[in-house]
């Protein structure tokens, strides 16, 4: 079984500090992993992905994240951050032998103060 | 392009009521996914299609929910009766093919009282 664990439901942070969302899987198995963003009354928007290659993945809006194999973690970074990315994250992972089933972490909301 | 459309975007019912979602995914997608969002936690695959046949239907509760993508394009999630812990959020999305990026639509927010 995999499952998805994000460390930190609720992250707040002033506008232009660096942040890190933290998220780590437990899988035997290859996965594939990505994260999720969800504003306040829409869909997901998927920010970036790992499938396989570079361990450092950049996504939109100035994201990027880490596969770490032997810690099992694919941690989410931003440099700096602005108001705008206030929001829902989730963490997301597929096995790579189980067709596109993904399963989700419980989501960190990123609050952004000024 | 259009994006996932879904309908309607709130729904409120009394418990033993039933109600339909529907989902229209991005033209051309074959794969379309039924998700549950409960307040708080990540969204929860109910179902998955591949054209109008199920691959996954694993986690949908069939004793009240049904769901059906009977020409491969457009599908309805019902749930019949509903029971309080139905009140959640229901995200459709498409992707091309299995294994291809998922897009989400806006979701049906559903409150049972």
């Known amino acids: 079984a995999q499952s998805v664990t994000q460390l930190d439901s609720q992250v707040p942070v002033f506008e232009e500090a660096p942040v890190e969302l933290r998220c780590n899987y437990s899988s035997s198995v290859s996965v594939y992993l990505f994260w999720y963003v969800q504003y306040p009354n829409q869909g997901l928007q998927l920010l970036l992905k790992y499938l396989s290659g570079s361990t450092l993945v950049k996504g939109i809006n100035g994201f990027e994240a880490e596969f770490n194999k032997s810690q099992t973690s694919f941690h989410l970074r931003k440099p700096s951050v602005h108001i705008s990315d206030t929001a829902e994250y989730f963490c997301?992972?597929?096995?790579?032998?189980?067709?596109?089933?993904?399963?989700f972490g419980g989501g960190t909301r990123l609050m952004v103060k000024p | 392009e259009a994006g996932v459309a879904q309908s309607p975007r709130y729904k409120i019912i009394e418990k033993r009521q039933s109600v339909a979602f529907w989902c229209n995914p991005i033209?051309?997608?074959?794969?379309l996914y039924w998700y549950q969002q409960i307040l708080g936690q990540g969204p929860k695959l109910l179902i998955q299609?591949?054209?109008?046949?199920?691959?996954?239907d694993s986690q949908l509760p069939k004793d009240r929910f049904s769901a059906e993508r009977l020409k491969g394009v457009d599908s309805t999630l019902k749930i019949q009766p509903a029971k309080l812990e139905d009140s959640a959020v229901y995200l459709c999305?498409?992707?091309?093919?299995?294994?291809?990026?998922?897009?989400f639509g806006p979701g049906t927010r559903l409150t049972v009282t």
């Open positions: 997301a992972v597929i096995l790579n032998n189980a067709g596109n089933m993904l399963t």
């Open positions: 033209s051309g997608h074959a794969t």
């Open positions: 999305a498409s992707s091309l093919l299995a294994g291809y990026e998922q897009y």
């Open positions: 299609f591949q054209n109008n046949g199920v691959v996954d």
